[in-house]
């Protein structure tokens, strides 16, 4: 059944984001120190440079520029801001702020693509950022302004790339795969010039360093990006949107289980508001204006694997 397929489909979407929260763990344990432009470099640009030497398929025409905008929005733009928030705001901050970026979704997929604003929506809005802010808040501080701005671009970002995106769909003759490469290796030309002249290279790597890299650009990158992708073609825009919240909920956990990091009470509610968020911002069984709506945008059911249904 339909309901079926988009309760599978949203599971798998919400991988992609659960995958990303582990990256805190990984890059504190097996990456080099304070080096978060090179993480990110490292996880987009191998990842797509390998994507396109196996599919072979490089953008043109409209998908030249395209491709570019979106390798931006996605990836390039999107971690280079985030990662100068995160180093700038303490306490988890940053992700208080970029909680804004469903409200931005909302109003974007609205104008551009024609989705109905409704009540549980904004309801959605109200209990995912309420619950971040629960998740992550550890007191008042002084707030760096600088910090404060790349967070909200960053937000903006992500919410402008999940629409466009949905937009846009792709090239009916380009899979699944070079799409997430084309991606992947817009968005890691544009931050390797930050790396190279900020942080330069590391002197040397260890084992650990190398496993991390591994993971960052496998699982991290070419994997959880093709499933992100795969979702925001299937699934209306707001409701990818939300599940973008799981990030921070998996970096809390993890920080719980392996850092010894503490889970109060708060935070357990924040876990919980986020879930319901998520679940109120999922299409309804049987919503025929999401189905028209995708159909309008030129939407299509990916052959990824062949003849998935979910």
Known sequence: MRSDRQLRTAGLTAAAPAIWGTTYLVTTEWLPPDRPLLAATARALPAGLVLLAIARTLPKGIWLWRALVLGTLNIGAFNVLLFVAAYRLPGGIAAMIMAVQPMIVLVMAALLIGDKIRFTHVLACVLGATGVVSLVFKGTTAVDLVGVAAALVAAACMATGITLTKLWGRPHDVGLL??????????????????????????????????????????????????????????????????????????????????????????????????????????RPGDSEQRQAATRHGQRAEQWPQGDAG
């Open 178 to 283: 070079p799409f997430t490469g084309w991606q992947l290796t817009a968005g890691g030309l544009l931050s390797l010039p930050f790396t190279l002249a900020v942080e330069g290279l590391p002197a040397t790597i260890s084992g650990p360093n190398i496993l991390g890299f591994a993971y960052l650009a496998s699982l991290g990158a070419a994997i959880s990006y093709a499933i992100w992708f795969r979702g925001i073609a299937r699934l209306p825009a707001l409701a990818v949107s939300f599940l973008a919240l799981g990030s921070p909920v998996v970096a809390t956990v993890l920080g719980y289980l392996f850092l010894h990091q503490t889970l109060s009470m708060p935070q357990l509610a924040g876990i919980l508001l986020i879930i319901g968020a998520v679940l109120l911002a999922q299409p």
